[in-house]
C-alpha cells in the first residue's frame, strides 16, 4: 500500500486546522512528513496516516469530506449541483459591465487628480525656485556699475 501524501493546504482543508497549526505540528514533530526540494526551499508533505492518527479523525469521515482526494499533478474540482441558467449569466454580464464601467469612472477620476496634482506641483516648485533666488538688497540696485 502506498503512503497518501498531502500538501500543508490539503491538510489544513481536510482537518479543519489552520495551516499554521498543520506548520506547528509538522516542527513539533506530530505528523511525520517528507520534504520535496524545490528552488525556494523545500515543501512539506505531510502523510495521511499521521494527520488521521493525530488529529483522531476517522477514515470514512475523512474520506467522505475530501471527495476522495486526488493527490497526483493534476487537481480535482467539485462539479457544482446546478448549472447556470442564461438569465444567471445575462446578470453575471451586467455585473461585470457595471464593475467595468464604475472602473472607467474611477480611473478617469483618478486621471484628473493626478492632474490637478502636477499642476499644483510646478506652481510650488517655481515658488520654491523663487524662494531659493539669492536675494538682494535695496541699495545693491543703486550702485550697480
Known amino acids: 500500500m502506498t503512503e497518501t501524501l498531502l500538501s ?4 489544513a482543508a481536510l482537518s479543519g486546522k489552520s495551516i499554521q497549526t498543520i506548520r506547528r ?7 511525520s512528513v ?5 528552488p525556494q526551499g523545500f515543501n512539506y508533505l505531510i502523510s495521511k496516516e499521521s494527520l488521521l492518527k493525530h488529529y483522531k479523525i476517522q477514515a470514512s469521515l475523512f474520506e467522505r469530506e475530501a471527495g476522495g482526494l486526488n493527490t497526483g499533478k493534476e487537481k480535482t474540482y467539485s462539479v457544482a449541483k446546478e448549472f447556470a441558467t442564461l438569465e444567471d449569466l445575462k446578470k453575471l454580464q451586467k455585473d461585470i459591465e ?3 464601467e464604475d472602473h472607467k469612472k474611477e ?7 493626478m492632474k490637478a496634482f502636477q499642476e499644483k506641483f510646478v506652481v510650488l516648485e ?20
Open 25 to 31: 505540528a509538522v516542527k513539533s514533530k506530530r505528523l
Open 107 to 113: 480611473k478617469e477620476s483618478f486621471v484628473r487628480f
Open 98 to 100: 457595471a464593475v467595468l
Open 34 to 38: 517528507k520534504k520535496k526540494k524545490t
Open 126 to 145: 517655481n515658488q520654491l525656485k523663487l524662494l531659493e533666488s539669492p536675494k538682494k538688497k535695496w541699495y545693491h540696485f543703486l550702485f550697480r556699475k
Open 8 to 11: 500543508i493546504q490539503e491538510a
